[in-house]
C-alpha cells in the first residue's frame, strides 16, 4: 500500500536560518508531489507541484522553493526564513486527479 | 477559471442533530468533486468523492454528499453529529489532471 511520510512534525525556526522540509512516498512510481501551506484562520494555499523528477512549478511568488531529487521525493526550502513563513506545511501525492489527493501528516513550523 | 466556495466559516451543533456544511463551485467543464475532513495538528484525510454516475455519494461513517449539476453545489450531509465530528472540512475540485483548488474550509464545531 502507498504511504506519504512528512518530517519534520514540529519545527521552531529563527529569523534568518534555513528551511528543509522532506516528503517521501512509498508504494508508487512517478506520483504528482505538492506542497501546500496553512496559515492560521486560512484555508490551503498551493505552493508548489511536480509531475516528475526535476519538473516543479511554483504557484505563488514566495521566500521558498522546492526540489525534485528523486521520484518519490519532495523538498520545501528556504535559505533565510521570513516571520511570515509560519504555518502548516503539508505534503500531498496523487496519481491524476480521480483518486484526489493523499496527504502527508503536516510540519508546523513558527518562525521567532 | 475553477474556484470553490464554503459559505460557512463556522457550523456551531448540538450532538445528534443533523447539519449541512455547503460547498459551491464554479467551472465551465466536468470536474470531480471531494470533501476532506481535518482533525486538529494533523493532515487531510479524503472523506468522500463524487466523480460520476450517482450523483449521491456515502462515506463510511454517516457523512453524503449530493452533487447538483444545475445549481454548482456538493453539499455535505450528516443526519445526526458525533462529538468526534469536531473538525474542518475542505471542499475540492479537480482543476485539469494535476492540480485541485479547496475551499477556505468549515470548522464544525459539535457541542454535547
Known amino acids: 500500500s502507498q504511504t506519504i511520510h512528512q518530517w519534520p512534525a514540529t519545527l521552531v525556526q529563527p529569523v534568518g536560518s534555513p528551511l528543509s522540509l522532506e516528503c517521501t512516498v512509498e508504494?508508487?512510481?512517478?506520483?504528482?508531489l505538492y506542497w501546500y501551506r496553512q496559515a492560521a484562520g486560512r484555508g490551503l494555499q498551493l505552493l508548489f507541484y511536480s509531475v516528475g523528477i526535476g519538473q516543479i512549478s511554483s504557484e505563488v511568488p514566495q521566500n521558498l522553493s522546492a526540489s525534485r531529487p528523486q521520484d518519490r521525493q519532495f523538498i520545501l526550502s528556504s535559505k533565510k526564513l521570513l516571520l511570515s513563513d509560519s504555518g502548516f506545511y503539508l505534503c500531498a501525492w496523487s496519481q491524476g486527479t480521480s483518486g484526489g489527493y493523499t496527504f502527508g501528516s503536516g510540519t508546523r513550523l513558527t518562525v521567532v | 477559471a475553477q474556484s470553490v466556495t464554503q459559505l460557512d466559516s463556522q457550523v456551531p451543533v448540538f450532538e445528534e442533530a443533523p447539519v449541512e456544511l455547503r460547498c459551491n463551485y464554479s467551472s465551465s467543464v466536468s470536474v470531480y468533486l471531494f470533501w476532506y475532513v481535518q482533525y486538529p495538528n494533523q493532515g487531510l484525510q479524503l472523506l468522500l468523492k463524487?466523480?460520476?454516475?450517482?450523483?449521491l455519494v456515502e462515506s463510511i461513517n454517516g457523512f453524503e454528499a449530493e452533487f447538483n449539476k444545475s445549481q454548482t453545489s456538493f453539499h455535505l450531509r450528516k443526519p445526526s453529529v458525533h462529538i468526534s465530528d469536531t473538525a474542518e472540512y475542505f471542499c475540492?475540485?479537480?482543476?485539469?489532471?494535476?492540480?485541485?483548488?479547496f475551499g477556505a474550509g468549515t470548522r464544525l464545531a459539535v457541542h454535547p
Open positions: 475540492a475540485v479537480s482543476v485539469g489532471y494535476n492540480k485541485l483548488i
Open positions: 463524487y466523480l460520476s454516475g450517482s450523483t
Open positions: 508504494g508508487t512510481s512517478n506520483p504528482n
